[in-house]
């Protein structure tokens, strides 16, 4: 059996130090955009649905809800008034609304309506999900863009001390992707625009170095880069197990979970894995490394850290999610969280921190491999809040979808400025 392999993501930075300005390219015009905002709830108890999708039909416009449920999505102008959106969120049925008037300037509420499982499950459990797995690997290339495919997206990402803000970094990205059945070695991701707030308190500055960042857009794509966890060599290292059956899109979902069922010299991963009962195809994946030996999660996760430092890794879990668009596949969202504690040798507490990432899929089109010069490819190297300038102008992100900041969020950078006066 083959050495397990896990990619490079880049470097997702705590150092919290000075800033630099990054140019923005290819910036939309300030006023050719229609913005619809609005909040998701559920129908019966009012709830909010964190992350919900928000997105055009048939398109490769898109964004996702905010923790809060609110959203924000801008369409270029022009926009029929009857053009249709469709909120889609897991477990219940899709909503579709008109976009309305231009003046309509009211915020939307979205009610969903929770999916009743009705599907059977004398054929889904009489499945072998190891066999389930292996067939929806086997139709990647037939399910998934087989096309050179140019991206745009929007992400971000956030560190805590305990539950305090201390870094906000935000970034317009383009992803240049080769088709599903090339190497994820040649895809590339370029900043755009971005910003970022840091705090200023000395002692809030860590300077150890993740593995995350901008690049997770590619490498935490699993249905090609399936060294993370599709590697048909490394299946027979998981137990694999038939869940009850989900709804994604109005499209039945089998629901595969796994765990370890071997040790290994290395983490592996415990989740679940949603597949489209007709296409066979990679719909949703939410998986988590093995914390069972914490010295082997920090091998995988940590790059860097000061001598002396104590890294204890609690939690590091993902989520991929891809759209179905015309009877292909392509990814729409990622979101990572680690969670980790750190102390000094002598000192009697140690301090938790949070990290969360996430990139949303805003737009895309097919592409060329010249689309973005190796030049202006961010680096494994890098981290992002070194590239970018600091929060200023309201308008910063002009017509580019966004996922919208939260309550938190906003109080947090609010708080943060307080720091710079």
Not at 245 to 252: G, L, T
Not at 355 to 383: H, M, N, W, Y
């Amino acid at each position: 059996m083959k050495a397990f392999k896990h990619s490079l993501l880049g470097i997702l930075g705590l150092c919290l130090a000075g800033f630099s300005p990054a140019a923005a390219q290819d910036s939309p015009a300030p006023d050719d955009y229609l913005t619809i905002s609005g909040i998701v709830r559920d129908i019966e108890t009012q709830q909010e649905l964190a992350y919900a999708t928000i997105s055009v039909p048939d398109n490769a416009t898109g964004t996702v809800a905010n923790k809060d449920g609110e959203f924000s999505f801008k369409l270029k102008e022009p926009v029929r008034a009857d053009e249709e959106i469709e909120v889609s969120y897991l477990g219940y049925h899709s909503v579709k609304f008109k976009v309305g008037e231009k003046d309509d300037k009211k915020k939307k509420v979205i009610l969903m309506t929770p999916y009743v499982n009705q599907l059977s499950e004398v054929v889904i459990y009489a499945r072998d999900p190891l066999k389930l797995v292996e067939e929806a690997i086997k139709k990647i290339p037939e399910n998934y863009d087989p096309n050179q495919s140019l991206l745009t997206g929007f992400y971000r990402e956030t560190a805590q001390k305990r539950r305090r803000f201390i870094n906000i970094s935000e970034a317009i990205v383009r992803v240049s992707k080769t088709p599903y059945d090339e190497s994820v070695n040649r895809d590339r991701v370029q900043i755009l625009k971005g910003r970022k707030i840091v705090s200023q308190k000395a002692g809030d500055t860590l300077a150890i170095k993740l593995l995350g960042g901008p690049n997770a857009s590619i490498y935490l794509d699993v249905v090609k880069n399936a060294d993370l966890l599709l590697d048909k060599e490394m299946l027979p290292c998981y137990k694999f197990t038939m869940e009850e059956s989900a709804v994604i899109d109005e499209r039945p979902q089998y629901v595969v979970s796994f765990e370890p069922q071997l040790i290994l010299p290395y983490a592996l991963y415990r989740g679940k894995l949603y597949i489209d009962m007709e296409r066979l195809s990679f719909t949703r994946a939410e998986f988590a490394l093995d914390m069972s030996d914490p010295a082997k999660a920090t091998q995988v996760i940590l790059r860097k850290k000061p001598f002396g430092l104590r890294f204890k890794p609690q939690e590091v879990s993902y989520q991929v999610n891809y759209v179905e668009r015309d009877g292909k596949s392509y990814l729409s969202y990622v979101r990572n969280l680690f969670r980790f504690k750190c102390d000094w040798k002598r000192r009697l507490f140690s301090t938790g921190y949070t990290v969360l990432s996430e990139v949303v899929i805003t737009d895309g089109r097919k592409g060329t491999p010249d689309d973005i010069p190796r030049r202006l490819a961010f680096k494994q190297s890098q981290c992002l809040s070194d590239d970018v300038t600091y929060f200023t102008d309201a308008d910063f992100w002009e017509s580019y979808n966004i996922i919208e900041p939260d309550e938190s969020l906003e109080k947090a950078v609010k708080k943060l400025r307080k720091g710079y006066k």
